[in-house]
């Protein structure tokens, strides 16, 4: 099994940055491909952003791609969404997840998820 903790979401005014992490623990030792995914209340949830397992592949979103960086840091099993130029239409819960197949924008495609962390971005 595999636990992921995201980080790094709150409140934020309109135009700033914030970074969120997606900290691995459990069965680190199988590489995954990462993906960030957001969600409003009733709506679907939104891919973002992938990462494949060594890091030197990304995929995003046209919404994002000029916005948000997805990155990753091996060593300490953790990946990042660094997000600048923050609108609030960006408000949402942001979640990582963890698959074996890259890219993948579809959620029922990837095996583990996080519990989310809650970004506002203020107007």
């Known amino acids: 099994q595999l636990q992921l903790a995201e980080s790094g979401g709150g409140l934020v005014q309109a135009g700033g940055s914030l970074r969120l992490s997606c900290a691995a623990s459990?069965?680190?030792?199988?590489?995954?491909?990462m993906g960030w995914f957001r969600q409003v209340p009733g709506k679907e949830r939104e891919f973002l952003a992938a990462?494949?397992?060594?890091?030197?592949?990304?995929h995003y979103a046209d919404s994002v791609k000029d916005r948000f960086t997805i990155s990753r840091e091996s060593a300490k099993n953790t990946v990042y969404l660094q997000m600048k130029s923050l609108k609030p239409e960006d408000t949402a819960a942001y979640s990582c997840?963890?698959?074996?197949?890259?890219?993948?924008?579809?959620?029922?495609?990837?095996?583990?998820w996080g519990q989310g962390t809650q970004v506002t971005v203020s107007s």
């Open positions: 997840a963890a698959g074996r197949i890259y890219p993948v924008v579809r959620t029922d495609l990837y095996d583990y």
């Open positions: 459990g069965r680190t030792n199988n590489i995954y491909a």
């Open positions: 990462i494949n397992s060594n890091g030197e592949s990304t």
